[in-house]
Nanobody, 119 residues
């Protein structure tokens, strides 16, 4: 069964860094673009970053210059490198990707990973 799962979250001090991973498991052919979202307590889920199948990237203004989205060479894992973290970055981070697999193509969401930025 194809699944998408985030990892790499945790507690970090302001100014620190974390690298989130988003791994697709099961028999997949490729990831057709990936997006990262986050949701802070009491707030709506917001878009953070996008990478297309052609490796073009876009970022929310709040993270531009600090975060970097990428995909692995095997195209079954995505990453979000987060630098210069601020307390405002505290949220549950979710990855979202379109995946080609034996049964066809569909959109998948991970379960989320907690990122807490606090001194």
């Amino acid at each position: 069964q194809v699944q998408l799962k985030e990892s790499g979250g945790g507690l970090v001090q302001p100014g620190g860094s974390l690298r989130l991973s988003c791994a697709a498991s099961g028999s997949i052919f490729s990831i057709n673009g990936m997006r990262w979202y986050r949701q802070a307590p009491g707030k709506q889920r917001e878009w953070v970053a996008t990478i297309t199948s052609g490796d073009s990237t876009n970022y929310a203004d709040t993270v531009k210059g600090r975060f970097t989205i990428s995909t692995g060479n095997a195209k079954n894992t995505g990453y979000l490198q987060m630098n210069s973290l601020k307390s405002e970055d505290t949220a549950v981070y979710y990855c979202n990707a379109g995946i080609w697999h034996a049964s066809g193509y569909r959109d998948y969401w991970g379960q989320g990973t907690q990122v807490t930025v606090s001194s």
